[in-house]
C-alpha cells in the first residue's frame, strides 16, 4: 500500500484539488486510489502534524493513520 498525504497547494483555493478528487472518486477507486472524506482524516492529521514538529514519528504513527482507509 502506498499513501500519499497531500497538506495543500500554495495560494490556491485550500479545497480545489479535494472537491476534484471528490467528483472523481469513483473512478479513482476503481483504479485501487481511495479518497477519504474530510471528517476523518483533518483533525487527526492536523493533530499529528502539530505534536510531531521536527521529531520523528514512531512507528505506530503510520497504523493510526492508515486505518483512516476508505
Known amino acids: 500500500m502506498q499513501v500519499v498525504l497531500h497538506t495543500g497547494l500554495h495560494e490556491t ?5 479535494f472537491k476534484t478528487l471528490l467528483r ?3 473512478a479513482l ?7 477519504p472524506g474530510p471528517g476523518k ?3 487527526l492529521i492536523s493533530e ?3 505534536a510531531l514538529g521536527d ?3 514512531a512507528p505506530a ?3 493510526v ?3 483512516l482507509r476508505v
Open 24 to 26: 472523481n472518486r469513483e
Open 41 to 43: 482524516y483533518r483533525q
Open 55 to 57: 521529531a520523528t514519528p
Open 61 to 63: 504513527t503510520r497504523e
Open 29 to 35: 477507486r476503481s483504479e485501487g486510489i481511495a479518497i
Open 65 to 67: 493513520l492508515l486505518v
Open 13 to 17: 483555493d485550500s479545497d480545489r484539488l
Open 48 to 50: 499529528m502534524l502539530n
